[in-house]
């Protein structure tokens, strides 16, 4: 058995994790061991390695937010999913690993027969992606939506529910080699970010009005999505993949009453019943299992490699997400 553990954090995310070994746990009443069958490493992930994201877990740590498994042994007069059944890992449990302890209350049971790669990103962006286009306008099908960031997995995802949904979508990304890969998602409109963006934008819609924009990118970029907004909308904020604090002109504030909001989904997680979160990541692994949402896998990596796989999902100009999946258990 594998975990991949850190006891400090430091600029170089690769440089302090590394896979350890450990012995079979003995498990006590409540509990499961789960045999991890594949765990995203997301940017939140790397972030937490650097020391950067807004949470971040005591150390020593085991890396890891989200993933799959499988149910090895339940504890004594531990009621909970059945040995062997395929299931959700509870958000933060430390997924990078090839077993893990967990409360077996905590467990979600998932579909038979769906690909457990695609399950395991079941927890953090497809989420993110459907609470940006349910809770921040009155979008109705029909309705365009305007996203930045558009070939993340967050954006993948976003496409594919907009149009499920019956809305349009305009996905902006940073560079010219991923505009086939979010065409090949569904994206209706799909552009290169520069400072004509606005009028591109409305070229390409036909100057329909956008009542959202969904920015993970931060700094200047902010500022020319909400300038292909309509007045009165709003743009929402779920990542800095530039670094800087949005920048939103008086001109779209004031004069065009545009308002910039903020999402976490770990606060969403923190103050919603449980209910609800179980109802949507229900919902969610439905679409997942029957192929009506996924997203790109560049590559897998065993939990030993753990080092090359947080170094390759740091890295830029990927095409798909970077797993661990462990070829023990």
């Given at each position: 058995?594998?975990k991949?553990?850190?006891?400090e ?5 690769q440089a ?9 746990p ?5 509990q499961a061991?789960v045999a991890?069958l ?27 937010s ?13 009621q909970?999913p059945?040995?062997?059944q395929?299931?959700?890992l ?6 990078w690993?090839t077993?893990v302890?967990?409360?077996?209350a905590r ?7 769906a ?9 953090v ?15 109705q099908?029909?309705?365009?939506v305007i996203q930045?960031g ?6 993948s995802?976003?496409?594919q529910?907009a149009k499920?949904?019956?809305?349009k979508?305009v996905?902006i990304?940073r560079?010219?080699?991923?505009v ?5 998602q ?7 970010d ?6 591109r934008?409305?070229a ?10 969904i920015?993970?990118?931060g700094?200047?970029a902010?500022m020319r999505?909400?300038a292909t907004?309509?007045?009165s ?11 800087e604090?949005c920048?939103?002109?008086p ?5 065009r009453?545009v ?8 606060r ?5 019943p449980?209910?609800k979160q179980?109802?949507?990541?229900t ?8 192929g009506?949402?996924s ?14 796989a947080v170094?390759a ?7 798909g ?9």
């Amino acid at each position: 058995m594998l975990k991949a553990q850190y006891t400090e954090r430091g600029p170089v995310p690769q440089a302090v994790i590394q896979a350890v070994p450990f012995d079979r746990p003995v498990l006590a009443p409540g509990q499961a061991l789960v045999a991890v069958l594949a765990a995203p490493i997301n940017p939140s992930d790397v972030l937490t390695l650097t020391g950067q994201y807004g949470m971040l877990p005591p150390l020593p740590a085991v890396g890891g937010s989200e993933g799959v498994g499988r149910v090895v042994e339940l504890g004594p007069d531990t009621q909970g999913p059945a040995v062997g059944q395929t299931v959700l890992l509870p958000a933060g449990c430390g997924t990078w690993a090839t077993h893990v302890v967990v409360p077996a209350a905590r467990l979600l049971p998932l579909p038979a027969g769906a690909d457990p790669k695609q399950l395991a990103m079941l927890t953090v962006n497809p989420p993110t992606a459907s609470l940006l286009l349910s809770d921040f306008a009155d979008l109705q099908p029909g309705d365009w939506v305007i996203q930045n960031g558009a070939n993340s997995g967050v954006g993948s995802y976003v496409v594919q529910l907009a149009k499920l949904r019956g809305f349009k979508t305009v996905s902006i990304v940073r560079r010219e080699s991923a505009v086939a890969g979010v065409k090949a998602q569904g994206g209706d409109v799909v552009l290169v970010d520069g400072d004509d963006l606005a009028e591109r934008v409305k070229a390409a819609t036909g100057g329909a009005a956008i009542k959202l924009g969904i920015d993970a990118v931060g700094g200047k970029a902010t500022m020319r999505l909400a300038a292909t907004l309509a007045e009165s909308a709003a743009i929402v904020n779920y990542g800095a993949l530039s670094g800087e604090p949005c920048i939103v002109s008086p001109r779209e504030l004031v004069f065009r009453d545009v308002t910039l909001k903020g999402f976490w989904l770990a606060r969403w997680f923190r103050t919603t019943p449980q209910p609800k979160q179980l109802a949507l990541l229900t919902e969610l692994a439905g679409l997942i299992a029957t192929g009506k949402l996924s997203t790109p896998i560049q590559a897998t990596y065993d939990v030993s490699q753990i080092k090359e796989a947080v170094a390759a999902a740091a890295a830029g100009e990927r095409q798909g997400k970077i797993l661990i999946v462990p070829t023990e258990g």
